[in-house]
């Protein structure tokens, strides 16, 4: 074999068996040799390398495996490091491969040489550049094992020469070094006495209450266990959505700005928290510090404490501690606590369906989710972008126990939502997926996305995956955030993007298109999609100035709210919608 040969044969033995990736100079002999190699890894061509990291990033979360895409050498390079940083702010495990110029041209300023080391030194947790074959399978090795255990992004730079070389084995010498192929064994168990300390904490509160994130995804009857026997009640982080379903009356639902007033309320009145693989940014949404006894379980020990003093923080996998903390728990009794929690989430429900079924001009964005969720098959899978769509995602969709969700959480990086999909499509073709877009991000990729879409759809057992746009013509997280952030009206010169046929777009490629802009027809729209015989894209002509309202509104959000009055170009539109949505929600708060 020759060194591209051996890299794809030794990832194969690691068991990385698809690589999402754009060919080039730079990586030639890696592209030659992944074509003799296609009956062990899976090549899929994105359209933009951006594209091909998020789609690593995301088969990590959807899978639990170790993500892998490539890329050639200085522009393509460059054009991963969106996607990678998701990767490592959201903490999953993904391997880039990219290209470099030949060893001797490497400092002469040589076209396209890039310092890829230097480059990649913020976001990854370890990069490395090949200089003889001998160094290849250790740089492998140590790549995909740094990335499994530390959960982060690691890279491997190989020069566009050495790819042709033959593969040589390190040989038995001072001077080289001989890994081998193996992952680490189950996640730390904290010790006993920490079990202890916390089992005292939570058996002493009386209104305990429970945030739960991405790192508890594989945790859900753990979580379950322990909610019960405390009485809690549960919030979720955005990237822990699909960690628990929403059918249970206790599940209050995403936390923070785009979460619901029961997390709200279950954090500010609870004595006791508990938070669970969760890195949760906010800490204003938190309990007051001081105000409860905390405990946080985390795997990684840096992102304990972090948001809020916790009096017992442990390292640990969610799921095993939580079996491990299960007997040493005392079963509360059926309390106001928790009675008052139920009542809560039943008014906020009802709350939703109201908001969702204000009328707006064409249609309330909120109607479209909310027509969706009880729609949602069995094991689906949903994605969603950033933008005022992330609002709706978060509230208005139900999980079931057996589906997947998520998002660029960290990053927050606009355009996620279609790698993700198709990411989550190629992991599992069997089941349904379903991105939420804004129609600024599928400007700004999704439309790329489609044609890549357009290219493997055929290949899937089930080829149902609908990419849902709300066309509201505006960037309109931003345009809220300027209003209610800065009191400032609707910037059009920045906000106002172009109108766009998608459902146009998605028939040019061979895929089906829906158009809905009459809120009587949504859930004809919906069972249209899914029961297509291929790719849909759902677009929703929805209404830009309904307000993506916080679950509690702050004196100074409402000032700022009356300062926007005189710079609003669309006030009529907005005062209205505000005003039906503040009929359905708390007034503004004190504070």
């Given at each position: 074999m020759n060194v591209s040969e051996y890299v794809w044969h030794r990832l194969s033995e690691w068991g990385l068996k698809r690589v999402y990736g754009y060919p080039g100079d730079g990586v030639g002999g890696l592209d030659v040799a992944l074509e003799r190699a296609k009956?062990?890894?899976?090549?899929?061509?994105?359209?933009?390398e951006e594209m091909a990291a998020f789609m690593a990033s995301a088969?990590?979360?959807?899978?639990?495996?170790?993500?892998?895409?490539?890329?050639?050498?200085?522009?393509?390079?460059?054009?991963?490091?969106?996607?990678?940083?998701?990767?490592?702010?959201?903490?999953?495990?993904?391997?880039?491969?990219?290209?470099?110029?030949?060893?001797?041209?490497i400092g002469a300023s040589y076209q396209q040489e890039v310092d890829l080391q230097t480059l990649?030194?913020?976001?990854?947790?370890?990069?490395?550049?090949?200089?003889?074959?001998?160094?290849?399978?250790?740089?492998?090795?140590?790549?995909?094992?740094?990335?499994?255990?530390?959960?982060?992004?690691?890279?491997?730079?190989?020069?566009?020469?050495l790819q042709e070389l033959d593969y040589k084995d390190p040989p038995l010498a001072h001077g080289a070094t001989h890994t081998g192929i193996g992952y680490a064994g189950p996640a730390k168990l904290p010790d006993q006495a920490a079990l202890r300390a916390a089992a005292d904490v939570l058996n002493a509160g009386s209104k305990v209450a429970m945030l739960v994130g991405a790192g508890s995804l594989d945790a859900t009857d753990e979580v379950i266990g322990v909610a019960q026997r405390l009485q809690a009640g549960v919030a979720k982080a955005l990237l822990?959505?699909?960690?628990?379903?929403?059918?249970?009356?206790?599940?209050?639902?995403?936390?923070?700005?785009?979460?619901?007033?029961?997390?709200?309320?279950?954090?500010?009145?609870?004595?006791?928290?508990?938070?669970?693989?969760?890195?949760?940014?906010?800490?204003?949404f938190l309990p007051k510090p001081g105000a409860a006894r905390g405990v946080q379980i985390d795997i990684d020990g840096s992102r304990l404490s972090l948001r809020y003093p916790m009096e017992v923080n442990m390292v640990g996998d969610s799921a095993t501690t939580l079996r491990a903390l299960l007997p040493l728990l005392t079963q509360k009794k059926e309390s106001s606590w928790r009675r008052d929690i139920e009542k809560g989430m039943a008014d906020w429900w009802d709350t939703l369906k109201e908001r969702a079924m204000n009328s707006a001009k064409p249609l309330n964005p909120q109607r479209v989710f909310w027509e969706l969720s009880p729609r949602l098959p069995d094991n689906a899978i949903i994605t969603a972008d950033s933008g005022s769509v992330a609002n709706w995602y978060a509230r208005d969709l139900k999980m079931r126990r057996g589906m997947k969700a998520s998002l660029s959480g960290g990053l927050a990086s606009l355009g996620a939502g279609t790698p993700y999909a198709l990411a989550g499509k190629m992991a599992y073709p069997d089941r349904t997926v379903i991105a939420c877009m804004g129609d600024g991000a599928m400007q700004m990729n999704?439309?790329?996305?489609?044609?890549?879409?357009?290219?493997?759809?055929?290949?899937?057992?089930?080829?149902?995956?609908?990419?849902?746009?709300?066309?509201?013509?505006?960037?309109?997280?931003?345009?809220?955030?300027?209003?209610?952030?800065?009191?400032?009206?609707?910037?059009?010169?920045?906000?106002?993007?172009?109108?766009?046929?998608?459902?146009?777009?998605?028939?040019?490629?061979?895929?089906?298109?829906?158009?809905?802009?009459?809120?009587?027809?949504?859930?004809?729209?919906?069972?249209?999609?899914?029961?297509?015989?291929?790719?849909?894209i759902l677009e929703a002509y929805t209404d830009p100035n309904v307000p993506p309202l916080p679950p509690h509104i702050t004196l100074k959000d409402a000032k700022n709210f009356v300062s926007m009055i005189p710079s609003e170009p669309e006030l009529g539109s907005v005062l209205k919608n505000s005003a039906k949505e503040l009929l359905t929600s708390v007034l503004p708060g004190k504070d």
């Open positions: 009956d062990r890894v899976e090549y899929v061509q994105v359209r933009h088969h990590a979360k959807f899978t639990g495996e170790v993500g892998l895409c490539y890329a050639t050498s200085g522009p393509g390079a460059i054009h991963l490091l969106n996607g990678l940083y998701d990767a490592k702010m959201d903490h999953v495990p993904v391997v880039a491969l990219v290209g470099q110029q030949a060893r001797s041209a990649f030194q913020g976001v990854t947790e370890y990069v490395a550049m090949a200089s003889v074959p001998e160094q290849v399978r250790h740089l492998i090795d140590r790549a995909v094992r740094i990335a499994h255990t530390k959960r982060a992004v690691t890279c491997v730079i190989l020069p566009n020469d822990g959505k699909a960690a628990v379903p929403d059918d249970l009356p206790f599940v209050t639902g995403s936390i923070g700005l785009l979460g619901t007033r029961p997390s709200w309320d279950l954090m500010k009145n609870c004595d006791t928290f508990l938070m669970v693989g969760s890195a949760f940014p906010y800490s204003e999704g439309l790329n996305v489609m044609i890549t879409i357009s290219k493997y759809w055929t290949r899937w057992s089930n080829p149902r995956l609908i990419v849902l746009v709300l066309n509201n013509r505006d960037l309109n997280q931003v345009t809220w955030e300027e209003r209610i952030q800065l009191g400032a009206g609707k910037t059009e010169s920045t906000q106002s993007i172009p109108d766009f046929p998608y459902h146009r777009y998605a028939e040019l490629l061979g895929l089906k298109g829906i158009f809905v802009d009459n809120p009587d027809r949504v859930g004809a729209a919906w069972d249209e999609a899914l029961a297509a015989d291929r790719p849909v």
